[in-house]
Nanobody, 123 residues
Framework: QVQLVESGGGLVQAGGSLRLSCAAS????????MGWYRQAPGKQRELVAA???????NYADSVKGRFTISRDNGKNTVYLQMSSLKPEDTAVYYC?????????????????WGQGTQVTVSS
């Protein structure tokens, strides 16, 4: 069907930057919204940022002005540029995509998730 593969996580000091990437592959007809979520230990998964096919975006209040989401529709890839990172940004970051895909000649729509990538910000 559809696979999402994330990359770019790692360990960074507070104030530093990281760029996450997520590439979607498979029998994709089109992708509507793509987004990044995160889950810290003991906390619920939360939306960080999302971007629609037309380019409109929305962000969690906690990351506004520090994170930027973008996408390359030709590559079915979404990016998250994270700057001025804080220890409270430490979490596993998951990519999500609302995908219209093809199977057996029919189109289906479903939500897909990546495997997650760890982001750790040290103080």
């Amino acid at each position: 069907q559809v696979q999402l593969v994330e990359s770019g996580g790692g360990l960074v000091q507070a104030g530093g930057s990281l760029r996450l990437s997520c590439a979607a592959s498979g029998s994709i007809f089109s992708i509507n919204a793509m987004g990044w979520y995160r889950q810290a230990p003991g906390k619920q998964r939360e939306l960080v940022a999302a971007i629609r096919s037309g380019g409109s975006t929305n962000y969690a209040d906690s990351v506004k002005g520090r994170f930027t989401i973008s996408r390359d529709n030709g590559k079915n890839t979404v990016y998250l540029q994270m700057s001025s990172l804080k220890p409270e940004d430490t979490a596993v970051y998951y990519c999500n995509a609302d995908v219209l895909f093809v199977r057996d000649g029919y189109r289906y729509r479903d939500d897909f998730w990546g495997q997650g990538t760890q982001v750790t910000v040290s103080s």
